[in-house]
């Protein structure tokens, strides 16, 4: 069942406390089961939770009422959209992170950010060879049917998002500040082009955030976290791109990294990430090789009821044989993880072997 208005109401008034991060929010909901009971809940109860004494003070403020009523306003606006963590249409990859965010605020279609992304990230002041580059890649995995993430800062960012749209294809924008303060400025336009091709624009943060520099890095495990890979195409040594790449591995992501010149500075970030096992990528096939490479699992169990698999040969086409399902609900009949579901099903999705309607996976006959 969705949230009720009340509950939703009181999960934006916890979001909307000072100091208030992702896993004090989720110790108060384990705690008390709502938000609208931990709101309820004494001070005390807040306290023997080790919660700081000016949040549970803070709860019944006005600015924080108010915060919560005007991010409910702007949610009446058409595809703009509040994803809750532990509602089902929060995406389950981003939901397998320890610090997930407790709210994203979204612009523009949810619904694809349960499709198989890729995310691009480099170098704000990237060389014209690595735009080009990083566009290039960009128009070829949404070719290939993948869905290009990035955090539409300036440079390859920017040019990851460009290359998605030239192919016609979707694209994601994960921002460091509210979906009303966009930065930086200049790429306003791109925002609603994203927009306007099918895109989404995605926060954790407060509608009207500014720009604060701590809160950039933050944004980066979002990034990794909704993909099933990280390609980095120019990066300097001290380059937040590196961020992203090692909370990628941390997350259990594939890291991709292009080579570049011995002699150019940009290229080093990458060159230690190759040195440090992340992929050596020339060319898109090498991301396509290594997500082919999560698919050789052993096959799950079949179902002791239904039919005959459509396709023996592909344990996922199998357990889609009998009824339709989502990428979760495969994952768990197939006990693969959920990234390696996702990957495979984007293979199948591009030979034609099935496809996805209402939120669920069903094979396609022929």
């Known amino acids: 069942m969705p949230l009720s208005p009340a509950e939703l109401e009181a999960r934006l008034r916890l979001h909307a406390l000072p ?43 006005a600015a924080v009422r108010q915060q919560a009523a005007q991010a409910l306003a702007w949610l009446e606006k058409p595809r703009r959209h509040l994803l809750p963590f532990g509602e089902p249409d929060y995406p389950a990859l981003l939901a ?64 990851a998002h460009r290359g998605a749209l030239d192919a016609g294809g979707r694209t994601v924008a994960v921002l460091g500040t509210g979906l009303r303060r966009l930065y930086p400025a200049r790429h306003e336009t791109l925002a609603a082009e994203i927009l306007e091709g099918g895109g989404a624009l995605l926060s954790e943060l407060p509608l009207d955030c500014p720009p604060q520099a701590g809160n950039f890095p933050r944004r980066n495990r979002i990034v990794s976290g909704l993909s099933l ?31 570049g010149s011995i002699h150019h500075p940009g290229a080093r970030g990458c060159h230690r990430l190759i040195r440090d096992g992340a992929i050596l990528v020339e060319s898109i096939e090498h991301i396509l090789e290594a997500l082919r490479g999560w698919q050789n699992l052993a ?11 459509l ?12 009824a339709p399902q989502t990428s979760e609900e495969l994952a768990l009949a197939s006990g693969w993880p959920l990234a390696r579901v996702l990957a495979a099903l984007t293979e199948l999705e591009l030979d034609g072997k099935v496809a996805r309607e209402g939120g669920r996976w069903q094979g396609c006959a022929g």
């Open 19 to 61: 100091g208030f991060g992702p896993r004090r929010h989720r110790r108060l909901l384990e705690a008390f089961a709502s938000a609208s009971a931990a709101l309820s809940a004494p001070a005390a109860a807040w306290r023997a939770l080790g919660l700081p004494a000016a949040c549970a003070e803070a709860r019944r403020s």
């Open 96 to 159: 397998e992170l320890d610090d997930a965010p407790p709210l994203l605020f979204v612009e523009g279609d949810a619904a694809i950010l349960e499709r198989p992304q890729l995310a691009m990230v480099g170098s704000r002041r990237a060389s014209k060879p690595g735009l080009d580059t990083a566009r290039a890649f960009a128009r070829q995995l949404a070719g290939a049917g993948f869905v290009v993430t990035s955090g539409l800062a300036l440079g390859i960012d920017g040019a």
């Open 229 to 259: 890979g990280v390609l980095v195409v120019e990066a300097g040594p001290s380059s937040g791109s590196l961020i992203t790449a090692r909370l990628a591995a941390e997350q259990g992501r594939e890291v991709y990294a292009i080579p």
């Open 299 to 309: 096959p799950p169990p079949r179902s002791q009821a239904g039919p005959a698999p």
């Open 311 to 322: 396709d023996a040969r592909h344990p996922l086409l199998a357990l889609l044989h009998a």
